[in-house]
């Protein structure tokens, strides 16, 4: 398993979350920023055989 950096949307700090595996992207997760603890959520999408988060806040 490999990791993803995204960045909070709430405090903008960059912290490193478990990506899933490319074949259950796209998705999107539930996660707790672990700086700020505030609620939000990543969107991971495959590109070219590497999956990139996207963190965004709950109220988007
Ligand atoms: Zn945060």
Redesign the pocket.
Known sequence: MHTSDVT?P??F?VFSVPAPSPDECPCDVDYD?E????PLRISFEEEDGWVIGEAYGLGD
Do not use: D, Y
């Open positions: 909070c709430s405090c700090e920023c700086v700020c603890c505030r």
